[in-house]
């Protein structure tokens, strides 16, 4: 039975050559190709829907594969691959293979008019009905809680340093995003000094318009109350890791180098899981987030968007637009401070840090 998704090296050449071209970076002497500003996650979700056509068209419409690529787009033929996807998975991935699809030979081909392949994605679109997340979300503040829970946990001392160092920086992780929820590819790749820089204030994280997924500069303060906590971790549990000071990387891993994205949402799948039941996934604490504001505070719903970096606007508002998250991070940070306050009577904290130090 042949695969339905075909390997990269079984391309056709001209398929090779017209994908190697679009996903070209550009340089300073010459623009890269249509998709070259793509992430990597981007680019291996697209191809793998591109992958899926060629393995639709392998197993059943062989002889089209002699067409340049473009040539083999039809109307007819999206409409059979179509029908086959709609009997093989959900209507949610049907529209996400073609969705993706047309990103692909969009590029490859970008001279050719694909409105109608935009418009059968738009269609499909509508065909797919949103999971109901409500009952797996919870308040902010309780996810704020669950991370200064496992951090006070830490300090006890009870575990091994390795394990309490995990330990730690898991509870620092969930905390900071509840407070920040910056997307998964953000939050993987903090860098100390690069994207976690301290001032006179606190601490903020920053991240250039290269490194985000709408491409516009991100700049969070974070809330006071985060500052000690962080300090600890800098000073006195990641340099538990191996290797720690070998790499700049916020999140060290217990195997060296930097903690993988994969391997974050794992630890906070895990804890959030215990915690209550079910759990929660790196997207889904913004989906906390925002409804949390919106409850909280439902005159001020709107900063939900500006403090979650949801803009399109061009380069000359982004910087009102920073201005705006800044005040919306204000705003959130006063609500967060409340339940600060009353937890560190809690774990009896003093100014934010466990009076218990560990044993070595």
Known sequence: MKRKLLPYKQWPSQDLMAWE????????LSDGGAGGHWSDGSKRTIR????RWLGYL???????????????????????????????VTPAGVHNYVKHFRDAIGVMAPDDDWRWLHELARRLGYLVIPRNKRPRMVS????????????????????????????????????LLASRPVRRRNLAGIRIGVNLLKDTTGYRLRFEAHETKTHTLLEHPLPDWLTPYIKRYLQEYRVLFPGAGDHDGLWASAKGGMLG?????????????????????????????????ALDDPEHVHIAADLLG???????????????????????????????????????????LHPKSIKR
């Open 21 to 28: 071209e679009a996903i070209r970076a550009g340089d300073f």
């Open 48 to 51: 793998a829907a591109y992958r």
């Open 58 to 88: 392998t197993k059943n419409e062989l002889e089209v594969l002699q067409l340049p690529p473009a040539d083999r787009v039809t109307p007819d033929r999206l409409a059979r691959y179509v029908a086959l996807l709609q009997a093989e």
């Open 140 to 175: 902010s503040h309780a996810l704020v809680e669950l991370g200064l829970d496992l951090m006070a946990s830490a300090d006890e001392g009870k575990l091994r340093d390795l394990e309490l160092a995990i330990l730690y920086r898991d509870g620092l992780i969930i905390a």
């Open 261 to 293: 994205s994969q391997a974050i949402y794992d630890r906070v799948s895990r804890h959030t899981q215990d915690a209550f039941g079910h759990s929660i996934n790196l997207h889904l604490f913004r989906d906390c987030v925002a409804t949390t504001i």
């Open 310 to 352: 949801h803009s399109t606007l061009e380069f000359t508002q982004r910087h009102y637009i920073q201005a705006q998250t800044r005040e919306a991070c204000a705003t959130y940070q006063d609500t967060l401070q409340d339940l600060h306050r009353s937890l560190q009577q809690k774990h009896s904290i003093d100014g934010g």
